[in-house]
């Protein structure tokens, strides 16, 4: 039989292993990578179907063995950095097993259930079966090439040929394959009309002027004149089709960025500033922009121009042309040490303008706080000390981006005296085949082919630049998005029953957010939750709207697992009122009409009516046409409730969720919100977060969530009669209110 | 309100690894199995700790671990020595990536670790004073007291992530 473990088991206890599993073999083992006295080490956990077994150095003879018979409850204890797994025992105390980083907490949590459910007398092998989905879910490597995933679902990079950033950014160029080559064309061809004024030159002054041929001389002139007008006006058509081409390219980054950001899931806004998304979008495309032009624009034509140089110089003189190429293996090296230099500092330039813009995007929106506290001083000297750290690490971007290139410069330009000096000797001494009219020619060409060189000895500055960047906007087109693995399956209606079975999540493996979570909703229930600020209340909400994923367990609607129902479809049917209602900056009827764009009008005024949103909505001057300011400006906090009311009236959902909706109003838009809520609940299953109970009177059903577990569950009558948390927060709320409404009948005499 | 304590005021004792028992002298109250917490672990390790009971409640604030009697502080001490790993990091021994997946392994006070980092950005957050707080992708973290401390080979290393 295959035992299940998260790393092979230490050869460090391998004898005491062997000694113990003489006959039989554990079930499943926890590797630990801590010693109990918090040294990075190797410890493990052997389950057995009636003992543990601990296996670290500070045990006598190398391991300790637990029956379940003397433990009364085993338990990960999660702390800083670090976690133990502890048993406490039948007689009392506590025992520490072993230690081990949060790499192995997961796996030690489905070893302390194990043990807590045969405690309890459930089933071993169902419990083992529940062991295993933790094991396979912790193994994230690729199937087919065995490489290790960033997630537990990630598609692999290497399987997918992702891993070419370059390859990656030219699909966004794909469909403007043809222009791109037209472009090419035209390209080649200015080149080839480039090359042709030197060859002239150095034909009038070895044949036209020695021979003093007027006629010759004007032909060549006007010659030279078709050669300009034809290679310019090429040059210019080429550069229009080349920066369309260019801007449509980057367009179509920007909006596939701004797609990407869309879908990614809540964690990734959770770990990464807003301030930054927008800078990759924005910011970084820009780069690429910049990048993508001066591509296709300049280095097509300079490459070209290169190897046409190259090739003219060649036929002229071979000699002289080798001469001339002496400067290259070194600008060539030098570019790509100069690469290697400036490439992190790069990096740190970028995160220092990260810095910058987050900071923007926190303080501008925030203008009225900061006004508030007078804090205006305190805001602007740190936004200089950011843009003081940016320019001290762009002065050291700067001396390496300024002194290298001009090195470079230095040494290509060495190469034309070399020309001089070698092409020179061969005229002075008469060098068959050489003449003075070659030299120029040469002396021309050769300063038209390090112009190419210089380019693109100095392309890697503005490479390296742009290379940053990408990996930036990378982040983003890379991150998973949110998976819908119920895309397409649209149930004909949802009822509205919700069933949440043994669920755990945590935000970061350091603590745990919800934990064991079992919860039948019916339809049409009306269901309060409460709890203390930090319960998990919303975290509860968060994991019913699919913003999180990665939770253990299930969560079924209607008897279907959440995470198989088409994910835009099961969203569109939840109805989601929060405390802080977002406002779009649009009319006050684009706002309710969110979500519903085809919307009649007459559908909006009914939703807004429902709402109790109509009424200050008709008296305002400009009525439904009213634009809102950034975040809802113009609006009262009530009436923006009242709005997003409407805005879920409008989705006409089945199931519907407040969360703290009347929490920052005064008591008489309460009423109005109260009695909107009450229009809108009407025979759909709700879910209200409340720290007002008084808003709960019509739930039929109570749930006290406290440290992310529900502690109390049913009607308000049975919790009332268990005279436990909730019956303690309706004793606590209305002696609060009645002291308020006594303190309110002082005031009035 | 925050009960303070500021100075020998209490005697504090061990209790069972991370937990501590203490003793009011003022109030002549004696608590059993309190956990002490710091407020500020990534800044000040000795001051501002809180002592919670077993609901997670605060009992009071030790406002500098310094002025406590030498065997409570030993015991309340041993109690966070016990709590908190912030592995510190004097080397940095390899960095390799694959398939935007990188493996640090470095030299820290409590052995040699190999962790994994998803996300530059993220994950490596560089202070103004020097100090370098690292999260790898199992949330366990790290710190770097002062970078610039390095040995050259560890900066090199680190320059391009910070």
């Known amino acids: ?749 | 309100m925050i009960t303070y304590i500021d100075g020998p005021e209490i005697r504090i004792t061990p209790n069972d690894g991370i937990f501590v028992d203490a003793e009011f002298y003022h109030t002549k109250e004696k608590k059993t199995g309190l956990e002490p917490h710091r407020l500020f672990p990534r800044s000040g390790a000795n001051r501002y700790i809180a002592l919670l009971d077993e609901n997670g409640d605060q009992v009071a604030v030790i406002r500098n671990a310094d002025n406590l009697t030498p065997d409570s502080q030993k015991a309340l001490t041993d109690a966070l020595n016990e709590y908190y790993m912030i592995p510190r990091i004097t080397k940095f021994l390899k960095m390799t990536e694959k398939f935007k997946i990188w493996m640090w392994t470095a030299e820290t006070d409590k052995g040699v670790i190999t962790f994994e980092i998803r996300n530059h950005i993220a994950s490596v957050k560089p202070l103004y004073d020097g100090r370098v707080l690292i999260k790898d992708a199992n949330d366990n973290r790290y710190e770097i007291p002062d970078y610039r401390q390095l040995d050259k080979n560890s900066r090199k290393m680190l320059l391009p992530k910070l």
């Open chain 1, 1 to 749: 039989m295959k035992i299940f473990s998260n790393k092979p088991f230490p050869e460090r206890f391998q004898p005491q292993y062997d000694d113990v599993f003489r006959d039989d073999a554990p079930l499943f083992m926890v590797v630990g990578d801590l010693s109990l006295d918090q040294k990075y080490g190797e410890s493990a956990l052997c389950f057995t179907a009636d003992a543990v077994y601990a296996f670290d150095g500070a045990h006598e003879n190398g391991f300790l063995r637990v029956g379940y018979d003397e433990i009364k409850e085993a338990k990960v204890k999660r702390m800083y950095g670090n976690a133990t797994f502890d048993v406490y025992l039948n007689e009392g105390g506590r025992k520490k097993l072993t230690r081990f980083t949060f790499a192995a907490a997961d796996v030690a949590d489905a070893g302390a259930d194990f043990i807590n459910g045969l405690i309890d007398g459930e089933d071993a092998a169902e419990l083992l079966g529940a062991v295993e989905n933790t094991f396979l879910k912790q193994r994230s490597f690729c199937p087919k090439c065995g490489r290790k995933l960033p997630s537990p679902d990630a598609e692999c990079l290497n399987c997918k040929g992702k891993g070419k950033m370059i390859g990656k950014f030219a699909q966004y160029a794909k469909p403007y394959k043809k222009g791109l080559t037209v472009c090419m064309l035209l390209s080649v061809f200015t080149t080839a009309m480039s090359l042709i004024p030197p060859y002239v030159t150095g034909y009038m002054v070895d044949t036209v002027l020695p021979n003093r041929d007027r006629r010759a001389l004007i032909t060549m002139i006007l010659a030279l004149l078709g050669v300009y007008v034809l290679q310019y006006t090429v040059s210019a058509l080429r550069t229009y089709l080349l920066r369309m081409t260019g801007d449509r390219f980057i367009i179509g980054m920007k909006k596939d960025i701004y797609e990407r950001a869309q879908n990614l899931p809540m964690s990734f806004y959770d770990k990464t500033s807003t301030g930054s998304v927008i800078n990759r979008i924005n910011g970084d495309t820009a780069m690429i922009q910049n990048f993508v032009l001066r591509v296709t624009q300049d280095a097509v034509v300079q490459f070209f121009t290169l190897v046409g140089i190259l090739v003219i110089m060649c036929c002229l003189n071979w000699k002289l042309t080798l001469f001339s190429l002496t400067p290259i293996p070194f600008v060539a090296l030098i570019g790509r040490f100069f690469g290697k230099k400036i490439g992190p500092r790069y990096m740190r330039l970028w995160r220092r303008g990260a810095s910058i813009t987050t900071l923007l995007t926190d303080t501008i929106p925030g203008i009225r706080v900061i006004k508030a506290f007078t804090n205006e001083k305190a805001a602007v000297d740190k936004y200089n000390a950011y843009n003081d750290e940016w320019l001290k690490e762009d002065s050291h971007v700067a001396k390496i981006a300024s002194v290298f290139p001009a090195f470079m410069t230095f040494l290509v330009t060495c190469g034309s005296l070399i020309i001089w000096y070698s092409g020179g000797s061969f005229v002075i001494s008469g060098e068959k085949g050489f003449s003075v009219g070659l030299l120029v020619s040469f002396v021309s060409y050769a300063s038209m082919f390090y112009n190419p060189v210089n380019f693109f000895a100095n392309f890697s500055d503005t490479y390296q630049n742009t290379l940053a960047s990408a990996e930036k906007i990378l982040d983003i087109l890379d991150a998973e998005p949110e998976h819908d693995f119920g895309r397409g399956n649209v149930p004909e209606r949802i009822e509205g029953k919700i069933e949440l079975k043994n669920v755990n999540f945590s935000f970061d493996k350091s603590k745990k957010a919800l934990s064991n979570i079992n919860l039948t909703i019916e339809q049409g229930d009306i269901v309060g939750i409460v709890g203390t600020t930090g319960s998990g209340k919303s975290t509860l909400i968060n994991l019913i709207m699919r913003y999180y994923d990665d939770y253990e367990g299930e969560i079924l609607i209607d008897g279907k697992n959440i995470r198989d129902i088409d994910m835009a479809y099961y969203r569109s049917q939840i109805g989601f009122v929060q405390q802080e209602p977002l406002m779009f900056k649009d009319t006050v009827f684009n706002n309710i009409a969110y979500g519903s764009p085809n919307a009649h009008v007459e559908q909006v005024l009914r939703a807004a009516d429902i709402a109790n949103a109509h009424g200050f909505i008709s008296r305002l001057p400009e009525g439904y046409d009213t634009l809102l300011g950034e975040r809802g400006t113009g609006l009262s906090g009530g009436e923006r409730q009242r709005v997003s009311i409407a805005r879920a009236v409008m989705k006409n959902p089945s199931i519907l969720i407040f969360d703290e909706a009347t929490a920052a109003v005064d008591s008489e838009t309460e009423h109005l919100i109260q009695e909107a809520i009450e229009r809108l609940i009407r025979g759909r299953t709700t879910l209200m977060i409340a720290h007002r109970l008084s808003t709960l009177r019509n739930a039929n059903k109570i749930v006290v969530v406290d440290k992310g577990e529900i502690i109390e569950c049913g009607s308000p009558e049975e919790l009332l009669a268990q005279k436990g948390k909730y019956y303690k927060l309706v004793q606590i709320q209305s002696m609060g209110e009645q002291l308020q409404k006594q303190k309110a009948e002082e005031n009035f005499e």
